[in-house]
Each structure stands twice: as structure tokens, then as C-alpha cells.
């Protein structure tokens, strides 16, 4: 009888469970990737909003655009968005002030996460210091902004 089967004439099925488990395990691994496309600095420069895309793959579902807004010399946390969507892969941030913000992203998007304030910042809890955020949809070309600058400090 061997070690690993229950019964006897069985050799090789307690093996055989085992390499089935680990296989099925090593496809389970995440292949999650975070690409940081821009950084937009608040106008006091306390605050800074980084645009990034999190991808699982290869095709266009696979990947997702966020938004993380942060205290100035906090590490960036990946994790923590206050915005999100998927089939459009860019975006125009305007800082009115220091507590507001219009992001306008690509027509079409399937938005994911839409906080219309934000407490503090997306890695920080504050109940007094929050930003109001504005969404607007704006044409594109295939998802993406035909222009040079893509991070504005002007009141709106």
C-alpha cells in the first residue's frame, strides 16, 4: 500500500490530488500591475491626486483607470481611490481649490466608484477638511485626450 493513496491498488491518487491542488493554486496568483500615469499637485501643493491604471491582463476589461488623492508626503497606497472606471484609459483633473475638484473623463466610460466628496483624502479620514468632486463626461479619441496638459489650478 502506498503512503499517500486510502486504498489498496491505488498508488498514485494521493499524488496526484496534491499536484492538482498546486496547480490550481499557481493559477490563482494575482498578476495585478499599477502603472502611475500622472501626478496633479493641489494649488497649496498640501494635497496631490495621482491618475493611475491597475491591470490584470492584457485586454481592455482587464484594466482599470483610479484616482487617489493624498496628503503631500504620504506614500502613494494603490488600494485607496475615490474614483474609478473601466473602458476609457485617460482623464483631465482641475483643482478649483483646495477643497474642490472636476475630473472629466472619457464619454463612454463604465464608471466603477464615484465618491462626490471626499474626507480628507482617499488615505486619510478628516470630516473637516473635504473636497467636493465634480464628474463630467467629455468626448474622446478611443478612450484617450488629444492634449499636452492634463492637471489645472484654476478656479471653476
Known sequence: MNVY?????????GLLLMLAIVLVFAGCSSNEKTDVMFECPSPTGAKVATFYRVST???PGDQEMKLNIRPAGAAFDATMDSFSFRHGYDAILHWGSESSMRVEYPQGSEVTNQEHVVFGTSQTFSSTDTIQMTYKEIPSTHGHFMVEQRCFKTAF
Open 57 to 59: 491582463g492584457d485586454r
Open 5 to 13: 493513496s486510502p486504498r489498496p491498488g491505488v498508488k498514485h491518487s
